[in-house]
């Protein structure tokens, strides 16, 4: 059965893949489109033949053949626009494929500078500075890839990346380094929604956008994981048999593989998630009908397992700390249900499984945050208690805030637009937070 709203989605997801239509152009093509097909449908054309005919009027090409009904409409419309898209992105694809390369040696021998004179690889001083070494080149392949940025745009992030870079490293650290830790765990994320902003350019400030980078978010880090077991794989291999020739090449896989490999990764992802658009597939979707249904089943019955084994998350510090690494992953399903939802589409029954994953992560939150407290009347503040409550804090008025939305939605008092601008504005909360946990903490507690 022909699937209207889900060819929509696909035919906007094809224009946004060429590159040379801004998010706004897009949105208001589709709003054409959907009024050539309401039209169409009117005058008594099927939603399919109405959809093909919109495509082709939109899409300025030869007339549609007598014979489009017997060709399979997700085909059928992509060779309508391939003249226009494909060739572009064939010209493009060999040298994105060499910046990629480029950039991966270059980040890679970045990566190993420090090595060379003499810092340890593994230590917080070290890790620290990872998301410096790598984050600057994927910005440079959206600015030559996807080329949406102002010059006013690129001299300020090159300005907070340059300023970054010189503060965390001038800062001292001195035992036990939570400070430094701190740093290690919250600026990557800083600097990576400020990626964000290369990423959409000029229109960062379209909630579209920004929900277009959460997107891009959830498929880098499925891919990338992807990609990283893959080598991890790779060099146990290549590691077992060069030890049947009484070679060991461990030294090398860690002190360059692993390296040069991590920035390849970090880099090669970029390229694929970028590079899938054109299939017009998207892995959202069906991620969010999984592990929605799947999280709310895990939180109930991690609330109720540690009632009735009295585990209480006030005295264990590691239960605490998996309460709030559930509801980093739990918001991370949110944002990214969100995400895939099409906004046109009337409330559905994983909207409903959205809101009670969201109601079950409130709870969580609500524990979390309690025993945080208690731990910090008994034991004092910290530098990670308090940034632990800090973001329980967000999280939860995040969560809140979510929750009244989907009810004022359900109630048909707002379109679900509104609830996807409010996720895509409390970015830029995150975004100051981590700057105060990176910047301001080490000052505060002394750099300890």
Not at 84 to 111: C, D, E, Q, W, Y
Not at 259 to 269: E, L, R, S
Request: charged share 15%; aromatic share 14%.
């Amino acid at each position: 059965m022909f699937d209207l709203e889900a060819n929509i989605n696909a035919w906007c997801d094809y224009l946004r893949a060429s590159g040379k239509l801004a998010e706004t152009d897009i949105v208001e093509l589709e709003n054409h489109l959907r009024d050539q097909i309401e039209e169409l449908v009117t005058d008594g054309l099927s939603q399919e033949e109405a959809f093909l005919i919109g495509v082709k009027r939109l899409g300025n090409v030869n007339l549609i053949s007598a014979e489009y009904s017997k060709v399979n409409t997700e085909q059928f419309w992509k060779q309508l626009l391939t003249d226009s898209v494909v060739s572009n992105a064939a010209k493009n694809k060999g040298r994105n494929v060499m910046l990629v390369v480029i950039f991966s040696l270059l980040a890679g021998t970045i990566a190993k500078l420090p090595n060379w004179f003499g810092v340890d690889m593994f230590t917080p001083a070290y890790f620290k500075n990872l998301s410096l070494f790598v984050l600057p080149w994927i910005i440079l392949f959206f600015v030559l890839t996807r080329n949406r940025m102002t010059k006013q745009q690129l001299w300020l992030i090159c300005g907070i990346f340059v300023l970054t870079a010189l503060i965390v490293n001038i800062f001292p650290s001195y035992e036990p380094h939570h400070t430094e830790i701190l740093t290690v765990i919250h600026l990557p994320i800083m600097l990576w929604l400020i990626t964000g902003v290369a990423y959409a350019g000029k229109d960062w400030l379209l909630s579209k956008e920004r929900m277009n980078f959460i997107r891009f978010t959830g498929e880098y880090v499925i891919y990338g994981s992807l990609i990283m077991f893959g080598l991890i794989v790779l060099f146990v291999f290549a590691s077992t048999i060069f030890q049947s020739i009484a070679i060991n090449i461990d030294p090398f896989m860690f002190n360059y593989g692993f390296v040069y490999g991590g920035c390849a990764a970090a880099m090669i992802t970029v390229y694929l998630v970028e590079n899938k658009k054109s299939i017009v597939e998207n892995f959202a979707p069906v991620l969010a009908k999984i592990f929605s249904p799947v999280l709310i089943l895990v939180l109930i019955t991690f609330l109720v397992v540690s009632f009735v084994t009295r585990n209480s998350p006030y005295m264990d510090r590691n239960l605490l700390i998996g309460f709030d690494l559930m509801l980093v992953l739990v918001l991370g399903i949110v944002l990214y249900t969100i995400s895939a939802r099409n906004l046109y589409d009337p409330p559905n029954i994983f909207d409903y499984l959205n809101a009670a994953l969201i109601v079950a992560a409130i709870l969580v939150d609500g524990v979390a945050l309690s025993a945080i407290l208690q731990r910090l009347t008994e034991f004092g503040i910290s530098p990670n208690k308090l940034a632990a409550f800090g973001e329980n804090i967000l999280l939860l008025i995040n969560l809140a805030a979510l929750l009244w939305l989907y009810i004022r939605y359900f109630t048909g008092k707002i379109t679900f637009s509104a609830i996807e601008k409010w996720q895509t504005s409390y970015l830029t909360v995150y975004a100051i937070w981590m700057a105060v946990v990176v910047f301001i903490f080490p000052v505060a507690f002394r750099f300890i």
